[in-house]
């Protein structure tokens, strides 16, 4: 059925809204989990060199430089990976290959809300569970008989990580495609807790990684899946003729080239991210475990978006979401230490008069 021009589904749903951008050198911009530091500058002397004469031509069509220089940083075979437009391509595709109308579609909650929007445009049915406060699996999830499930981890926004050996459990528990999306896994303490490993024993595991955060390149739109061959071969079929830009992929694989400047800002970042929590734990605020870079922050029972246009008004930009769930909640991006200091020293202002209480659930 149509609705005017459009199908009905797509005119009765509102679209993923992402984070403000306002490309104001002068505005404190921590509302998008974008990284504070530069790429490295290997990936910028390769996009320098890169942007001549050879723009003229279409890049490689799968990636193919890129595919191999990831197989080696990550151990896989060049067949098991795929290459994306941002890892929200791939999620696109793997809706478009796994995902027919009607086909339940399974994920905690609260979590990447594009999962919802992806959902209704493929016209599927959303099977959505609750999180525990814990933020570990819910065991129900496993149950839902879904074509697809998603687990993002570490989970955004709460910033929590569950453990591979969980991951492996649901792995067997599922009925269908279990998409495990990393786009924050290189911020965690732990070396073991990326599932890339799991696509060589679990042949419904897809595993999704972004060079968007760690890697500083959020602009260029670079993503990555592993999976079994033949997964990967099927989402082949899919994927748009020239997915990756020329420059993108030049970027993509300098960067993986130079690893130990990812990994010296990781460290520049996770040092950030311990005095932001223990600051904002110390301002009398719950603060989740975090193993991303952002933290979530909570006042049970206040409605935190006057705090966030408070803080706009300042030229800072947070995070608030504007749902039940999260209403009460602040995520804030993990920046250089001079823009923490001044967050947390505009928080200390604002939040003695931030006493506005949320609406009663059962009203929303």
């Not at 800002?265 to 975090?290: A, C, F, H, K």
């Not at 979530?296 to 705090?307: C, S």
Request: glycine content about 6%; hydrophobic content about 40%; proline content about 5%.
């Amino acid at each position: 059925m149509k609705r005017g021009y459009f199908l009905d589904h797509i005119a009765a749903m509102h679209g993923y809204v992402p984070g403000e951008q306002i490309n104001d050198p002068d505005v404190i911009k921590l509302n998008s989990n974008e990284n504070p530091y530069p790429p490295s500058p290997k990936v910028l002397m390769a996009i320098r060199t890169a942007a001549g004469a050879a723009l003229r031509r279409y890049p490689e069509p799968a990636s193919d430089t890129l595919r191999r220089a990831a197989a080696r940083v990550y151990g896989v075979d060049v067949e098991q990976i795929i290459a994306g437009n941002g890892s929200d391509e791939l999620l696109s595709m793997l809706m478009r290959c796994f995902v027919a109308p009607g086909d339940r579609v399974a994920y905690a909650t609260p979590t990447y809300s594009l999962y919802d929007t992806l959902v209704e445009i493929q016209g599927g049915t959303k099977a959505a569970v609750r999180y525990d406060d814990g933020f570990g699996i819910p065991p129900v999830l496993a149950r839902q008989r879904a074509a697809v499930t998603f687990l993002c981890n570490p989970n955004a926004p709460s910033g929590t990580l569950v453990s591979r050996a969980a991951i492996a459990r649901l792995a067997r528990a599922v009925r269908g495609i279990l998409v495990v999306d990393e786009a924050y896994i290189d911020f965690a303490s732990s070396a073991e807790a990326s599932c890339i490993p799991l696509v060589q024993r679990h042949d419904n595991v897809i595993v999704l990684r972004t060079f968007s955060k760690s890697f500083s390149l959020a602009g260029l739109r670079i993503g990555l899946a592993f999976a079994s061959k033949p997964l990967v071969a099927g989402m082949m079929k899919v994927k748009d003729s020239y997915n990756l830009n020329r420059l993108s992929a030049i970027a993509a694989t300098a960067a993986l080239n130079d690893l130990r400047w990812m990994q010296r800002n990781v460290r520049r970042i996770q040092s950030s991210r311990d005095v932001l929590s223990e600051s904002l734990t110390r301002l009398g605020l719950q603060v989740y475990p975090s193993h991303t870079n952002f933290v979530l922050a909570r006042r049970a029972g206040i409605d935190m978006g006057t705090v966030q246009r408070e803080l706009k008004a300042r030229r800072m930009l947070i995070r608030h979401f504007d749902v039940p769930e999260l209403d009460d909640c602040l995520r804030i991006s993990v920046g250089t230490p001079a823009e923490t200091r001044t967050v947390i020293n505009a928080l200390r202002q604002v939040l003695p008069a931030a006493g506005v209480r949320r609406r009663s659930r059962s009203t929303r």
